[in-house]
């Protein structure tokens, strides 16, 4: 199967989502939601890309191939639409890099330094999660504060995490009854650290 992308024909398997086909071929397609060995729905708007047969933005974690698909990945147009998603959550990102103990393997820090997103710029609106780790077993904890609310927790594991409310009130949250159900490799998933295996600590 072949697309054309920024003006160039590629050539691609056409069996895998855009993202995937797209970081074989070499592109760089940041992403906070997708992780290709989990579930997930497309919710950051990280990985956008323009189709431009009808000028619309398109979520390459949800979309696959078709022949002859023409696509735009590095304008400024796509470049911007990006940079908002990373921006839109840092604004309501209570957590800050200079005390956040998760800054060396946080996706979202990564990103903002690389976008040059800022950290204001939509508010700062106020996040609706507490601030207090949760601790589910002896040696996993949850910091809502960190959660970006890309699911992937909620996606892949059974019975265990959950989202409450809707919109901008939604959170991500784990039932008393169901942290027993909750594997430690879930971690390995999360995007910001708010979910990590490490002893408690005080901030």
């Known amino acids: ?52 047969d009808d000028n619309q933005m398109i979520p390459t974690c ?15 147009e796509v470049q911007a639409l990006r940079r908002m998603g990373v921006e839109l959550l840092l604004s309501e990102h209570r957590a ?12 979202l820090r990564e990103l903002s330094v690389k976008m040059k997103a800022k950290w204001n710029r939509f508010g700062p609106l106020q996040p609706v999660e507490p601030k207090e780790h949760i601790t589910i077993n002896d040696r996993l904890y949850f910091e809502p504060a ?5 699911g992937l ?11 409450r409310n809707r919109g901008y009130n939604m959170q991500v949250v784990i039932p008393e009854e169901n942290k027993k159900n909750v594997n430690e490799e879930i971690a390995d998933l999360c995007p910001t650290g708010a979910l990590a295996v490490r002893q408690l600590h005080a901030d």
Request: net charge negative; aromatic share 6%.
């Open 1 to 52: 199967m072949k697309i054309i992308v920024n003006g160039h024909e590629l050539e691609v398997s056409g069996r895998r989502v855009l993202i995937e086909e797209l970081r074989q071929a070499g592109f760089d397609i940041p992403s906070l939601c997708y992780n290709e060995r989990a579930r997930h729905e497309p919710s950051c708007m990280v990985c956008m890309v323009r189709n431009e």
């Open 62 to 76: 949800a979309t696959f191939p078709t022949e002859g698909l023409r696509i735009d990945t590095d304008s400024d």
């Open 96 to 107: 800050r890099c200079g005390t956040c103990d998760s800054k060396l393997t946080c996706k």
């Open 146 to 150: 960190k959660c970006i609310r890309c």
């Open 153 to 163: 927790c909620v996606y892949n594991t059974a019975d265990g995490f959950t989202f």
